[in-house]
């Protein structure tokens, strides 16, 4: 009896020491991340006002804000989005469904390793594909690069949901007189949103922190500019330069940049959250 | 009786392994078959080489003749989509998509483009659901999530969607297995039902539910056809020892 009770009383200690150690490394894995997020909200909310967000950037001590960047990000983002979700979840969707061969096998390797890269090598190659060409650079160099980036990424993830898809739901379609394409398109993809939103969602968060394959490719431009065919401005390069520049309140620019980088990032995954919710 | 399909010398494999081995049946039209034998005997392998579902296994041979209706479905020019929607088929663990009620009975519809309206469509989605015995448990939630059903509805909602393309043939692989005896009871009434109509193929585990439901049963060990009888006959007065020994849990 007493040995019953003993074992019992063991099973609970080691019960709550695991639960309490988990919850422990939750709470850290969690702190970093809230610790920098309030940094740069403390750091950068003194100095946006809408003045900042309008305004061109201008000589130090003139003010100036970050309108331009705002629109560069975003329209660069969205170029890279254009072509880097259809090509990355068609991909994906061959990898899934038809990938078991010799080119798929090559492709998976391949998109694995360009998630390696560093993201200035996407840079500069882009710099000598397009770039160069076109003489000078331009808000459509940097939306490509942005979408080589993106590219394997979606892809990859997109694969890994649709294989979540039970194979059961593949054959009650089948089994109605589907044929294979409908069974992708119509009940594979669906039942696979929620993945691949989630995918997506992380792809455009890491293309739109990108600042070393903008360098290159989309510049910089201290003017508003709406054509892809010029060199374009961008949150992150803005960040740069007023963060290693000399003067204090560039510094403080560069905080209420940030912010404002983190703000639509969280914006677009809330609102694409919403538009793509599970109705069923 | 008409034979609605006819199967000889089938043989198949995966791979090089063979997993049936030179079956000859008849299943004539309108009655309930069931195949019995014990697990990995091959029964499930056999109801799918009548859809050609097995199709999906890169690896899976057939030969031999399946004759539906008189013709070869494996021969060069079938086209595997009509003979799918011809010969419907019923899972083991119920498969819903997931979308609403009424869309999982529609889609059949709509990929086949059997309606005309709207109207017709509806019409035809509220008969198979009919015809499924399910109609009065979902009229009024038919735009909710098909996942809020419980496990025999969502079985029965399978036998709809299954019917609501107008096949002549459903193959059943253990409908009941995942339900409790109220819900197998359900399905039971409803496949004597749906012999009116339709010819039926049933795989179970479940003797009783053979001895039940079934006109036709055919005990199957090993990849093997040991034997293939009325029954009536199979359950009372069996011509072979196995088969007797299986049924009556004599076994090994």
Redesign the interface.
Known sequence: MSNKESLHRRRKIVSSLTTTITAVCAFFAIAVLLIILSYIFVRGIASINLQFLVDTPKPVGEGGGIGNAIVGSVLMTLLACVIGLPIGIGAGVYLAEFG?NLFGKTVRFLADTLIGVPSIIVGIFIYTLVVLPMGRQSGLAGGLALAIIMIPIVARTTEEMIRLV?D????????????QW?VTW??VL??ASTGITTGAMLAIARISGETAPLLFTALNSRFYNYFYDQPMASLTVQIYNYATGPFDVEHKMAWAATLILITLILAINILVRFLTR??? | MESKISISNLNFYYGKEQALHDITLEIPERQVVAFIGPSGCGKSTFLRTL?R?ND?I?IAKADGTVLIDGKDIYAPNTDV??L??KV??V?Q?S??????IFENIA??IR??RMYENKADLEQKVGKALHDAALWDEVKDRLNT???GLSGGQQQRL?IA??LA?QPEVILMDEPASALDPIATQKIEELIVELKKQYTIVIVTHNMQQAARVSDRTAFFMLGKLVEYNATQKMFTNPDERLTEDYITGRFG
Do not use: D
């Not at chain 1, 059961?168 to 044929?179: F, K, N, Q």
């Not at chain 2, 498969?95 to 609403?100: A, L, M």
């Open positions: 078991e039970p059961s739901m593949r054959e009650a379609a089948l089994a109605l007189g589907a044929p409908r119509n009940i669906p039942a599970k109705r069923f | 859809n579902m999906t890169p989509v009509a799918r929607r419907g088929m899972f663990k498969n819903p998509f997931p979308k609403s889609y059949g990929i086949n999530s098909a996942f399978c969607r299954a393309v």
